[in-house]
């Protein structure tokens, strides 16, 4: 079955990682800029760091037919320092003409605070300036349910907003409805040992149906698994979920939230 990871950080993986993707079925990947488990020194570094996602990384991906679309911001981490977090920010329009970007992400929040906020806020006001889609990570474990209630109330404050829009990622059984009952996409991350395995993703999906749902193995440089999204696929399928359900959440899901953003052109 043909799918899309629409959450992954292909620069911190290997080569053999892009084969073995392809050989399952992966078609498109989407990769938001994000914390590189260390904090960045200057703005010049987020500068390179976005030539790598616009330039470098789809070439990479082509080889293995795969296409490479990403997203711009500095992580909610990193968004703790303000004035290299502005700067950052300055760099972000001229990378927005570039055809693999598809938005603003992945913003959010990592400990709730109000320098994150602030931040998260300023990224909202450009995506809005600039028209352009949101992908939003929320916080891990303890700090999860509140920071996500923290981003319901900041997107809604701004009215250019549009839910259709934004996508928040990482929900988990405790937040899932406040999302889509708010009318945003949510992204379920199939992580080893945070976040959803399979099995809890394959519940939710049973709870709450199709709609607006996508899945992707959030794939990093820490404890994860790349090839999540096929497990996936595997788990609904031995559930007896029909394979129009299956091939909706895992490929027409992802392309349908991309293409609502101008540049976007599908996979072949
Ligand atoms: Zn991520």
Known sequence: MKYVDPHIHMV???????????????????????????????????????????????????????????????????????????????????????????????????????????????????????????????????????GTRMILDMLRADPRIKPGRVCVDHVEEHTIRHVLDAGYWCGMTLYPITKCTPQRAADMIEMYGAERILVNSAGDWGPSDPMAVPQLIQEMRLRGMSESVVSKVVYENPLAFFRQCRRFSPPC
């Open 12 to 146: 911190s993986r290997i080569t053999d990682d892009y084969q073995r993707l392809a050989m399952a079925g992966c078609v498109a990947v989407s990769e938001p800029a994000f914390w590189a488990g260390f904090d960045r020194g200057s703005a010049a570094a987020f500068h390179d760091y976005f030539r790598q996602l616009t330039t470098h990384e789809p070439k990479r991906a082509a080889q293995f037919g795969i296409a490479h679309y990403c997203w711009m911001c500095i992580n909610a981490k990193e968004a703790e320092n303000i004035a290299l977090s502005r700067e950052v920010i300055k760099l972000i329009p001229e990378f927005l003409k570039m055809p693999n970007v598809l938005g603003i992400g992945e913003i959010g929040l990592n400990k709730n605070t109000p320098n994150e906020c602030t931040i998260f806020c300023e990224h909202l006001d450009l995506a809005a300036t600039h028209d352009e889609l949101v992908l939003i990570h929320t916080p891990h474990l303890a700090d999860k349910f509140q």
